[in-house]
């Protein structure tokens, strides 16, 4: 199972909008929506932040938003904030039963 | 409070065997699917192997398929994995994970309580 293709890093200033994108195939992202980021701050643990697509989990901040079309997901943050520089993840389930993850986006905020 | 704590990570030689433990408490461990997620120094993330409430669903990773067995003990709230033939690609920290799913949804959808993970190194 190949990796989902995410961008190596993104960029964006504060109070900006920035898109994240991830793309897999009709194997993966193509036929399923469960597909599901994560923030991961060095050191830290992952944190899920959407689910199903578009699901935020308690907590999670209405400034994350996601989105699918065909094989290609998307992950937009408005009103970027500097605790958002992190790296974020992507993962779909696929249909060989299994999950796979996003290789990773390094969010800088400038 | 959620938590999740994993064991049983150890610097192993090439070909070598071990077990990982993980033990639940906080929430109701028969409501939830449990994965194994892992993530070698500097790298990204790579599912491993879930296994549903009852035991029932075991599925595994293709890079890791034939090696490795994943098993729950509910009396115990724990999941274990055992993984055999062990390369110095298979060294990463591994992450025991509760799902989000529960018993009024599908039975796994997507990673969200962590532990914060054992650390497996092969190497000779």
């Known amino acids: 199972q190949s990796a989902l293709t995410q961008p190596a890093s993104v960029s964006g200033s504060p109070g900006q909008s920035i898109t994240i994108s991830c793309t897999g195939t009709?194997?993966?992202?193509?036929?399923?929506?469960?597909v599901s980021w994560y923030q991961q701050h060095p050191g830290k643990v992952p944190k899920l932040i959407l689910h199903e697509v578009n699901k935020r989990p308690s907590g999670v901040s209405n400034r994350f938003s996601g989105s699918k079309s065909g094989n290609t997901a998307s992950l937009t943050i408005s009103g970027l904030q500097t605790e958002d520089e992190a790296d974020y993840f992507c993962?779909?389930?696929?249909?060989?039963?299994?999950?796979?993850f996003g290789g990773g986006t390094k969010l800088t905020v400038l | 409070e959620v938590q999740l704590v994993e064991s049983g990570g150890v610097v192993v030689q090439p070909g070598g065997s071990l077990r990982l433990s993980c033990v639940a408490s906080?929430?109701?461990?028969?409501?939830?699917?449990i994965h194994w997620v892992r993530q070698a120094p500097g790298k990204g993330l790579e599912w491993v192997s879930l296994i549903s409430w009852d035991s029932g669903s075991t599925y595994y990773a293709d890079s890791l398929k034939g090696r490795i067995t994943i098993s729950r003990d509910n009396s115990k709230k724990s999941v274990s994995l055992e993984m055999n033939s062990l390369r110095p690609e298979d060294t990463a920290l591994y992450h025991c994970v509760k799902d989000i799913g529960d018993s009024t949804t599908l039975p796994w959808i997507a990673f969200h309580i962590w532990g914060q993970g054992t650390m497996v190194t092969v190497s000779s």
């Open positions: 009709s194997s993966d992202l193509g036929s399923f929506s469960l």
């Open positions: 906080g929430f109701t461990f028969t409501d939830y699917t």
């Open positions: 993962c779909s389930f696929a249909r060989s039963d299994t999950f796979v």
